[in-house]
Structures are given as C-alpha cells and as structure tokens.
Nanobody
Framework: QVRLVESGGALVQPGGSLRLDCAVS????????IGWFRQAPGKEREAVSC????????YYADSVRGRFTIFRDNAKNMMYLRMNNLKPEDTADYYC?????????????????WGQGTQVTVSS
C-alpha cells in the first residue's frame, strides 16, 4: 500500500520560511515522479513544483520560482519543499504527490498517489 504523509505546515509571518516534508512508503522514490500542489480556500488546486523521474527536469510555478525549492532524498524515501520569503498568497493546504517514471508536466491528473495535506498560513 502506497502512503504519503506530509508534515511541516505552520503559521508563519510574511518573509518567513518553512520546509514541508513528505514521507513515502510502499513506493520506491528513486523511480517516481514527485510533485507538490496546493489549494487555497475557495480556489482550485494548483501545481507548485514537480520533478520528473524520466530526466530529472524540474517545474516551478511562476508564483514560487526563486523562493521555493523541491528536493528529494531517495535513501530516506522522503521528498521536501523548502519555502522562503513566504507571502500571504502562499496560504493554502499543501499536498505531496507521486507518479510513475513517465515524464510529468506537473498536472494533477498525472499523479496517482496523494498525501492528506498540511496547512500553511502566512499572516502577520
């Protein structure tokens, strides 16, 4: 059984930083495409960042590029999202997701497995 569990969400002031963790079990991360998505209240889910397993290419949404970094530790079967210079508009539930080794365009429907989400609130 594949399971993804996020942690690290919190209330943080604008300009602050957080790191979101996603522990993966039941699936070898080194053969997986990985992604982080978010959904703000009243809005549709959007892609934040993804890494394709096929070629290692990385996608970042324009709104987070230069502030967020996606990375993985295959030995620990963990994936991460480091978030710097957080803004109020980054407030959302954040979800990690997993897919097979095919190329990804960081679209939600490409991903087969999802975590339960962790809440990030950016507010003073």
């Amino acid at each position: 059984q594949v399971r993804l569990v996020e942690s690290g969400g919190a209330l943080v002031q604008p300009g602050g930083s957080l790191r979101l963790d996603c522990a993966v079990s039941g699936f070898m991360l080194d053969s997986a495409g990985i992604g982080w998505f978010r959904q703000a209240p009243g809005k549709e889910r959007e892609a934040v960042s993804c890494i394709s397993a096929s070629d290692g290419s990385t996608y970042y949404a324009d709104s987070v590029r230069g502030r967020f970094t996606i990375f993985r530790d295959n030995a620990k079967n963990m994936m991460y999202l480091r978030m710097n210079n957080l803004k109020p508009e980054d407030t959302a539930d954040y979800y990690c997701a997993l897919r097979d080794s095919r190329p990804t365009h960081c679209l939600g429907f490409e991903y087969d497995y999802w975590g339960q989400g962790t809440q990030v609130t950016v507010s003073s």
